[in-house]
């Protein structure tokens, strides 16, 4: 028994770190059509912020979160403003800007803060383990997985319940025709692609405890978010969270049973096969192009 | 015929001789004097200092830096300053090998001390085995190798496992998980440590590898959690360590009961984790940074005082440290003349000094290194304790895995 839940548990905190990488961008592709491969370096942002909080101010993990998700919100905000608004009917172009602004703030980072791996401590209260049906789980793991759910809650609260999301709904059938209808499109992108970015940054500063801090940590969760992404259906916030839900209880049974390297490769094979045939992804709405 | 073969054999060996001995000038200047001009030796130095492992081949840049500026204010080799040429071949293994053929051919530096990683030293070997120079090489690793144009001051497997198993095994407990980053160090290191169980009677319940640079380690710890085994066996390396650690501290595991055994956690990784993270595992090395010494005393100052009081002297940039000086001693015994890669190389076969770790010598059969490996536990304060150390130094053995092979002056031998 104990077994069984544990190993439901190391899934589900292996399925909640990828909702959290994975939720920004799902936020920013399915309503801007952005293809943001700069993701990655928002959440490498996020967990600087948490390490750089901590070090030069003494903060604490849990009060610097709020700060973080604004802080990098802004920085979105301004990209957008910057360089993305320009290129919204460009797809490729896009890609490249993204990605070159990716290098361009890894080497930010690495010039200003250093190429050294760096730690962010984890919060006392919460780093013990604990007891659930007789499997022990770290308590940090758990919080995060509930952060996640929040997260994605809101985000689902957002975009379905309120006149913000209808809009951005409207904006997804059809842009132009949102925009007849006197939606500022404009503003609706801008403040998407902040908030995508924020939820990245604060992914970054969940994971710092766990995982080593460096400037290039983020190319590996780039491509573990377009995965979830991918797989989920790019434009469905459900498909996110079962894909994610999906990915990282396979990861983690098939690591228990076998190996890590392994569980990675079965992993990505799979995703090969299913979008071979079913490449809109698991769960698909239809959009009018 | 034979004997007219023979006799004829013989005058032009004489013949060559006499040419040697009769006009030496057409020979060893032309030779020599490339290397050892207008009182200057130059060097290279082949450390990636940008990349993904500059952070840890920046230190051993300094180190190697500092051993050069030291010896030349003490003035010089036999009068002769030692300049260095530094390249950047950053990170990559195609880059290494570019910068050395440049470094021997067109800079004909005498020596190159450089690299850190396996992959980089594979890369360069051909350029010095081809060009006949030498490569000082600090890093330990894993074996398996008898260049002759290749001075290796690391530790190899036998030098840093055959104290800390025994050890940890008596310690601990005959339950042993071996943990790996997915490529050719760990698998020889684990080949070597399954030997040394088996002859201990010890039991290897996993043998695993991550991915290089993986970084979620849930399910590992679920299986240590389920598996109880009384060592970890860790040759994690990289960014994967860091998290490796915080992820065990994160679950709540104990080092006291399941501690992990590791061959290349330094001071350097200990920074990167966190001293809380690190603390009540061990580390086998031929050097810590608190190990006490009078010149050990004097390198930990003379670092700081170079590069900063925050920086932290490791194994490798240790042996960094003294492959320098053990280069000097061996240039200090040939004639102006006589300097070249091939002549250093047969110099400082059996060469001694007396480094930060203790005395230290060339093995004249390998051209490895006679080290005094250690046994430490980390401490919180991101230093370690040193527990046992090796009753004399130890002879390295690169084919100790393989008893039917031997590195001997002549080469790889099958026995």
């Known amino acids: 028994m104990d077994f069984v839940v544990s190993q439901i548990l190391t899934g589900l905190s292996l399925s909640s770190i990828l909702l959290l990488v994975a939720l920004g961008l799902a936020v920013i592709y399915g309503v801007t059509g952005v293809i943001n491969l700069a993701h990655g370096e928002f959440v490498m942002l996020g967990a600087y912020c948490a390490w750089m909080l901590q070090t030069q101010f003494g903060w604490g993990l849990l009060a610097s979160l709020v700060p973080i998700f604004i802080l990098i919100a802004i920085l979105g905000w301004l990209i957008e403003v910057l360089v993305i608004r320009h290129l919204y009917d460009r797809p490729l172009d896009t890609i490249l800007a993204t990605w070159g602004l990716g290098v361009m703030i890894q080497q930010i980072v690495r010039l200003t803060a250093g190429g050294e791996l760096r730690y962010v401590q984890m919060p006392p209260s919460l780093s013990r383990s604990v007891n659930i049906l007789g499997a022990t789980d770290s308590a940090y793991r758990l919080f995060v997985l509930g952060v996640a759910l929040a997260l994605f809650a809101l985000t689902w609260f957002i975009y379905s319940y309120t006149s913000f999301g209808l809009k951005l709904r409207a904006i997804t059938q059809n842009r132009s025709i949102a925009s007849c209808f006197g939606i500022n499109s404009a503003r609706a992108y801008r403040l998407t692609f902040a908030y995508g970015a924020g939820i990245a940054g604060l992914a970054g500063a969940l994971i710092s405890p766990l995982k080593s801090v460096s400037p290039e940590m983020g190319t590996t969760y780039v491509v573990d978010a377009f995965m979830v992404v991918v797989l989920g259906g790019v434009q469905s916030l459900l498909g996110t969270l079962v894909s994610s839900g999906l990915l990282g209880e396979i990861s983690g049974l098939l690591a228990y049973y076998s190996n890590d390297t392994i569980a990675k490769a079965l992993v990505l094979l799979a995703i090969v096969i299913i979008i071979r045939f079913r490449p809109q992804g698991l769960f698909a709405q239809r959009v009018r192009a | ?415």
Not at chain 2, 130 to 138: D, G, I, S
Not at chain 2, 209 to 222: A, K, R
């Open chain 2, 1 to 415: 015929m034979n004997n007219n073969r023979r006799t004829f054999l013989k005058a032009g060996a004489a013949a060559g001789a006499f040419t040697l001995v009769g006009f030496p000038h057409i020979w060893s200047k032309n030779s020599s004097l490339a290397y050892a001009q207008g009182g200057e030796i130059k060097v290279g130095v082949l450390f990636s200092l940008t990349g993904t492992t500059a952070i840890i081949e920046e230190s051993l840049n300094k180190a190697t830096i500092m051993a050069i500026e030291e010896i030349n204010a003490a003035g010089g080799v036999n009068g002769m300053k030692i300049v260095p040429v530094i390249e950047d071949p950053a990170s990559d293994p195609a880059t290494f090998a570019e910068k050395a053929r440049k470094l021997v051919l067109s800079d004909k530096c005498v020596s190159v001390f450089g690299s850190y990683t396996s992959a980089s030293r594979k890369a360069v070997l051909p350029v010095f085995e081809k060009q006949e120079n030498l490569f000082w090489y600090p890093t330990l690793y894993e074996g398996r190798e008898c260049s002759k144009n290749v001075i290796y001051t690391g530790a190899v497997p036998n030098q840093q496992q055959d104290d800390f198993v025994p050890w940890l095994v008596e310690k601990f407990g005959k339950r042993w998980y071996l943990i790996g980053s997915n490529y050719i160090y760990p698998k020889e290191e684990n080949n070597y440590v399954k030997k040394l169980l088996a002859g201990l009677g010890a039991e290897v319940i996993a043998e695993e590898y991550v991915p290089l640079g993986h970084s979620e380690f849930s399910s590992v710890i679920n299986k240590f959690r389920s598996e109880k085994p009384n060592v970890i066996f860790s040759t994690v390396v990289g960014d994967s360590v860091v998290a490796l650690h915080r992820q065990y501290r994160a679950a709540g595991l104990d080092p006291a009961t399941m501690p992990m055994a590791s061959l290349t956690t330094s001071e350097n990784e200990v920074a990167a984790m966190g001293g809380d993270a690190a603390a009540g595992h061990f580390t086998s090395a031929p050097y810590f940074m608190v190990y006490d010494s009078p010149e050990n005393k004097k390198f930990v100052e003379a670092y700081k005082a170079r590069w900063g009081s925050d920086k932290v002297t490791h194994f490798v940039s240790e042996s960094s440290y003294f492959q320098v000086y053990l280069f000097s001693q061996a240039v200090a015994k040939l004639a102006a003349s006589d300097i070249g890669p091939l002549a250093i190389r047969d110099a400082v076969k059996g060469e001694q000094y007396k480094a930060p770790q203790g005395l230290v010598k060339v093995e004249p059969s390998n051209l490895h290194c006679w080290l005094r490996p250690k046994v430490g536990q980390a401490q919180s304060d991101g230093q370690f304790k040193i527990l046992k150390q090796s009753a004399d130094w130890v002879e390295p053995n690169p084919y100790s895995a393989y008893p039917d092979q031997k590195c001997t002056e002549e080469g790889l031998k099958q026995i």
